[in-house]
C-alpha cells in the first residue's frame, strides 16, 4: 500500500480533496442553528481529542522541527486550518457566490508561486499546458450554468468579499506548500495531529470575539451523532491523513492541481436531492470539465517525477532553501 501511494500520490491527493467535500452531505443538516465557526471549532476538536495519543507518542519526534519547521506548522494550523474557512464564509455572507469562487481559483497559482520559492520547485514547460487545462476545466464545472458570470460578478462584486476570497485562497495554499515543508521533518501522523491541536485553541478565540460564551451553547445532543462525528472522521481524520500521507511523496506544485479535485466534487455533490444537496441539474459542461480534470490529474500521476525530500535548515532563508532543494 505504501509503494501504491508513494508511485501514484497525486492521485490520492485528488481522493484526499475529493473526501473534503463530504462534508456537505453532513454539514447541511447543521447550518440551520449553527454558523460556520461553531461547526468548525466542533470538528476540530472532536479530531484533536482522536488524535492526543498520537500527539503524545510523537513527542520524541517533534525535537527533529526546526524553529522554521514549527513556524510552518503555525501558519497551517492558525492560517489554513482555522482562519481560512472563517475568511471563505465571511466572502459568501455577501452572497455574490461567482465572485467567491472565481477568486478562489487563484489559490493553485499562489501555490505554485509558494512552492518556487519556498521549496525550490520548478516545472517543465508541459506542466503550465496541464495547469491551464485544470483551470479551465474546474472554471466549466462552477460556472457551467453562465460562463460569464464571474465577469459580471468581478464588475459589480464587493471589494471586501474579494480580499476574503483572496485572503483564503492565500491560506490554503500556504497550507500546501509549508505542509510539504514540514513533511520533511515529521510524519503525516504527526503534522495532522498538530494541524488540529494547535487550530483548536485558535478556533476557541474566534468563537469568544465572535459570540462570547453564547457561542457554545447552540450546540444539540443531536448534533453529534451522526453529523459531527461523521465531519470529523470522513472529510477531517481520514482525508487530512490520507492528504499528508501523500502530500510527503509530492511535489507541492502538483499537489494543488490535484486539488482541484475538491470544488468539483462539491459542485457535483450538490446536484444531490435535499438535504444532502440542492438537486442542481447537472450540465455537459460539468461533465466534459470533470473529464478534462482527471485526464490532467492522471498525466499528473503518470509522469510524476521522485518528490526530492526538503532539507529544513534552522537559519536559511527563503533562497538558500530554493539552492538546497533543487528543482523538483
Do not use: C
Request: hydrophobic share 60%; charged share 10%.
Amino acid at each position: 500500500m505504501n509503494r501504491l501511494i508513494d508511485r501514484f500520490s497525486v492521485l490520492f491527493v485528488a481522493l484526499a480533496a475529493t473526501l473534503w467535500a463530504t462534508d456537505a452531505y453532513f454539514r447541511n443538516q447543521l447550518i440551520t442553528h449553527l454558523s460556520a465557526t461553531e461547526i468548525v471549532v466542533a470538528e476540530d476538536a472532536l479530531i484533536a481529542l482522536l488524535l492526543v495519543g498520537v500527539l503524545y507518542r510523537s513527542r520524541g519526534e517533534l525535537k527533529k522541527l526546526t524553529p522554521r519547521g514549527w513556524v510552518a506548522v503555525g501558519i497551517i494550523a492558525a492560517g489554513a486550518q482555522a482562519l481560512a474557512t472563517i475568511l471563505f464564509t465571511a466572502s459568501f455572507s455577501y452572497r455574490i457566490f461567482a465572485e467567491t469562487f472565481v477568486l478562489q481559483q487563484t489559490q493553485p497559482l499562489i501555490a505554485i508561486a509558494l512552492a518556487w520559492i519556498v521549496l525550490g520547485e520548478r516545472r517543465r514547460p508541459w506542466f503550465w499546458a496541464m495547469a491551464a487545462v485544470a483551470l479551465v476545466a474546474v472554471y466549466m464545472v462552477v460556472f457551467a450554468q453562465d460562463p460569464l458570470q464571474p465577469v459580471s460578478a468581478l464588475q459589480h462584486g464587493r471589494v471586501e468579499a474579494g480580499l476574503f476570497a483572496l485572503g483564503a485562497a492565500v491560506l490554503w495554499a500556504s497550507g500546501t506548500v509549508f505542509g510539504r515543508f514540514a513533511l520533511g521533518s515529521i510524519s503525516f501522523w504527526s503534522m495532522t495531529a498538530l494541524r488540529f491541536t494547535l487550530a483548536l485553541p485558535v478556533l476557541v478565540v474566534i468563537v469568544l470575539v465572535q459570540e462570547g460564551t453564547a457561542g457554545f451553547t447552540h450546540y444539540r445532543v443531536s448534533d453529534f451523532l451522526p453529523n459531527l462525528l461523521a465531519i470529523a472522521v470522513v472529510p477531517g481524520l481520514l482525508a487530512l491523513l490520507l492528504y499528508y500521507r501523500a502530500l510527503s511523496r509530492t511535489p507541492a506544485s502538483l499537489a494543488t492541481i490535484a486539488e482541484m479535485a475538491f470544488p468539483v466534487a462539491a459542485t457535483l455533490i450538490a446536484s444531490a436531492p435535499p438535504p444532502w444537496g440542492f438537486n442542481q441539474p447537472i450540465y455537459t459542461a460539468q461533465i466534459v470539465g470533470t473529464v478534462l480534470l482527471l485526464v490532467v490529474i492522471g498525466i499528473l500521476g503518470w509522469t510524476k517525477e521522485k518528490a526530492p525530500p526538503v532539507v529544513q535548515a534552522p537559519d536559511a532563508t527563503p533562497l538558500e532553501l530554493v539552492a538546497q532543494t533543487g528543482s523538483a
